[in-house]
């Protein structure tokens, strides 16, 4: 079995332009994201996905190597499809550009096992939410599974809604997904539907029209950056852990 990681990065990016290339302590963010991928077991090859000569560049610099996709990728699906393309592989495990501080074990955990590559098949990691401040963080996806462990719902906002109890845990979007070729191809070649254009979260594209996703849960302790705010709480924790000797470079 043959399995690739991408790394999705685009300048562009309308909250935080140019974020995969923020400098945290000597190193662009995508290299940080492609340091914990590259050394996740069972990872053959892994790639940063991008559409900005600036970005490859970047990548060139510090020996990641860089796939460059087309400028018209609206999302992060299109281009992961597009990838699939062009390098063949049993499955995609996508790790987005905006997770430095994710574990290889985070990946390893979205790795399939005993699924046919020939099938459809969306895996999805999440982590238990613990900042209580992240609840009410649109950028921090929040999801409702069975007791299956598949998706039933996805928001920004916080759900479920504590109506009937209050001993419960919230669950949070990680930023590691697993895909097979045909699961890709089914993205891209679907348009956006109703709650995906409400939302805004492409796993959408698959729940509205019938497939299922699978959400593993994992022992995460990732921040994703979405605002400067963020970045510099990474940069804190990993200056921290550079300067206690519990992360070397």
């Known amino acids: 079995m043959k399995v690739i990681g ?24 995508i290299w940080w994201v492609y340091r914990s991928l590259k050394n996740a077991k069972g990872i053959d090859e892994a790639y940063v996905a991008t559409d900005d000569q600036r970005i490859v560049d970047v990548c060139n610099r510090e020996n990641i190597p860089a796939v460059m ?57 999440m982590m238990l939410l613990r900042d209580p401040i992240d609840a009410y963080d649109t950028s921090k996806i929040k999801i409702v599974t069975d007791m299956f462990g598949y ?4 928001s920004r906002t916080p759900i479920p809604f504590p109506k009937g109890r209050s001993d419960f845990e919230l669950k949070k979007f990680v930023g590691v997904q697993a895909f097979s070729q045909k699961a890709l191809q089914f993205a891209a070649r679907t348009k956006r539907g ?7 979260i492409d796993e959408f594209r698959f729940l509205e029209n019938g497939h299922k996703v699978k959400f593993i849960l994992t022992e995460a302790t990732t921040l994703s950056v979405d605002t400067q705010k963020d970045l510099e709480k990474v940069r804190s924790i990993i200056q921290n852990k550079l300067d206690s000797g519990a992360l070397v470079l």
């Not at 699939?84 to 955990?109: M, Q, R």
């Not at 109703?194 to 805004?200: M, Q």
């Open 6 to 29: 991408i790394i999705p990065s685009r300048y562009a990016s309308t909250r935080f332009p140019g974020k995969g290339l923020a400098d945290i302590c000597g190193k662009p963010m």
């Open 69 to 125: 996709t087309s400028t018209d990728c609206a999302t992060h699906l299109e281009r992961l499809y597009e990838v699939s393309t062009k390098i063949e592989a049993d499955f995609y495990i996508n790790v987005n550009g905006d997770e430095p501080l994710i574990e290889s074990s985070a990946i390893e955990a979205l790795i399939p096992e005993q699924v046919n590559p020939d099938d459809s098949y969306f895996a999805n990691g």
């Open 151 to 154: 998706g039933m719902y996805m």
């Open 194 to 200: 109703y709650l995906e254009s409400i939302e805004d």
